[in-house]
């Protein structure tokens, strides 16, 4: 049983956003409210937590109001289950629509919570095919990357790839928790700790650790994910 999400704590967001109609979040992009998948996650869990620890209906009516914003704007690509993005990311020269390996990761997360609360099968179908995306490679329609330091799954599918380490590891936690209930995932599991590891010190500056290969940011989030 899946209890708490470990990146995530039991206090209300509190940056900027504002609710639709049917109370999922929406978050400023390029001057535009804009639905940004991973924020979305990050709302539920963040409520699911709070959840857990408070006991109030009104975190898990929350809750559900993102679990039912993810079911109802998936795309499904020759066989692959996505959440894009509809900006474009000009630091990575990536174009809309794209996808997250970050996001297909926390969506997993959300999704078996959901089907933990509910017992509901469609959410257990959907952290299949959102995993099964996030494992694909990117040439292929996934968020993988394959190369010298072994496999990668991509916060950002940028060419060359970024090696985002907040989005890798953030994605790891979901395929971790997945996992847990199909064990056929346990072998790619391993070989991308395998990976995590012998990259891992490539990020630690001694003083401050690197987002990705060319970025000096999310110290932070790097210290909680680890």
Known sequence: MLRAYPLMGFHPITMSYKLDDKGAPLI??????TYHPVFIAQFALVNFNCYMWYGSEKFKEKFSRCVEWIVNNFVEENGLIKWPYYFDLKLYNIKAPWISG????QITSVLLR???????EEYLKLADGAVKTMITPI???????IDKNGLWIEEVPSNPPSHILNGFITALVGLYEYALINKEKGDILNKLLQS???NI??????YWSLYDPVSYTHLRAHETSL
């Open 28 to 33: 400023l992009i390029q001057g535009e409210w």
């Open 114 to 120: 959901a089907y933990m609360l509910t017992e509901n």
């Open 139 to 145: 040439g292929k329609g996934g968020t993988l990357s």
């Open 102 to 105: 970050m996001a297909q990761g």
């Open 201 to 206: 010190n490539f990020y630690d500056l001694g």
């Open 196 to 198: 995590l590891k012998r």
